[in-house]
């Protein structure tokens, strides 16, 4: 690709699917500007955030495409996503960048471990960002970061110790301890990855997971594979099963059933004083919310039943951890 | 009851079910000499610890009955058993006391929130103990006490991040996060009680929990049930299952599932380095452990599994935790 066509292939920015206007994201608060990048299998958010914590020129656009490993892609189109921030921002100087990517992040190491759609495995990101960018690079995992806006800015700003969920297109999980990101060397909080069944068999290889009965994404899935009808989204099954569709019933009731179960072992063994529940099926609101509560409640006995919290940051999450992790290294 | 029936209840020393034997417990290492009680349902471990860390006149004694609460039975029992090793042992003075005991603990407010087997609810435990007894008192969640233990001096020593397991007549847990227990007030680690499937229900009110189906306890029952025979422990059972009784074997297959999906579900969201495994079933060595662990390799995929290790304190953990909450204290 020509750099001609890269600029061009960056400005086509994509719309969200899930019809989530990208206005500006909320102020992070004073401090000195930074650089954000919130990297998905799919797209990247970008944007720069001026000394009063606004940020500029946020966007999505799409994440460059390569056979196997995308590290090299990305690295570069960080770097030309960052030039066109600094050309329509002159005077608003970066003095760090925060970069979070999905999948399995050793935070401590800088390395992006492992991710299934971006085909990297223990790829030191943090520091080819830092070269590419010339500039000291915060680097976390995305829904961990998400979870840190969250705790700092968001849902989870009353909690100590609470878990945040973002249900999409997969389920993603952070946890918090004591106010603070609690990681196992990247490898906690994989709620999505955790078995609630004996199948049906996952792509990430283990059977069962709860993102393949449970996410916006798979509910959506489950209803086509049903009937044949593609619906518009988890959010019109959930519409069809309130209109009486029984096969719309029966899968929205066995997801409902598949995340209380979820939420029962987090309750059990966390013991959260909070789940806070962003991404695409937390719009879907007391159908959610209200029976998941019920649900919790009714299967267990003397656990503590956490409060059940929408996410207030919505897609932005992510973007404003990263800015928040790169303040705290500038 | 009088003192001298009380007198003659406390020397009748409880032979362990297990076949444990209760000889002295590991040194807890030099400091000020303390009282420490591990209290059950069924019995109490006292002992004192003297300056060298060693125990002295430890044994196992019934639990003193009461209709409902039983906190001040067992209050005027602490009482005496302190004033029998006192007596025996008139050169080590104690300093401080260290007092565990199950159920629901709120250990930050010395109070015992719940216990289903000993009929309290909020009993200000801690500070009864110590005007009894004219000492302070440290108090704590018995598994929480016995997994501080177990990573001080035991199985859980490598490991920062781990998680300990009892699986007895019940299932009982605590988390160990960067080397500190985690309590979530009193009500983490309850992977007893928490749901694998939908039935039955636990007499603790909710449905589904491991400890219905996994427990040693669990397993023995199931397999009366099933049977008419009494088999002599857990151990027989599986021992049943290795000699090719269908019946044990499908009973000692389905706890091992049940064990594997909570291990798994620990595994993805907590992502321990270790989790240490002691009670009755712990006894049954590689059957359980190499089981355990294939089972949970084959279950999951990217996941980071954990070590699974045998407790090595066994029956002392919980009153050599006590001793060590105690030493913190004087």
Redesign the interface.
Known sequence: MTSAEDAAHIADVVRDPSGETLVAARTVGPGVPVLAFDVGGTDIKSALFDADGTALGLRRTPTPAADGDRTAVLIDRLGVLAAELQADHPDVIPRAAGLVVPG?VDADAGLGV?A?NLGWKNSPLRDLAAARLGLPVAFDHDVRAASWAEHRLGGARAYA?SVVLVIGTGIA?A?L?GGEP?T??G?????G???IADGPV?P????GCLEMVASAGAIARRYRDATGIAPDGAKDVIARAAAGDPVASEIWDSALDALT??L???T??????AIVIGGGLSRAGGALFDELRARLTA??????IPALVPAELSGNAGILGAALRARELA
């Open positions: 399995i492992f299934s110790n999980g946890l301890v609690y196992a060397g490898y906690a909080g994989e709620i990855h955790s078995p996952c990430c290889g283990a059977r179960l979820s029962a072992q987090l059990a063994v966390v013991a959260p004083e299967r267990l006995s003397f656990h503590r």
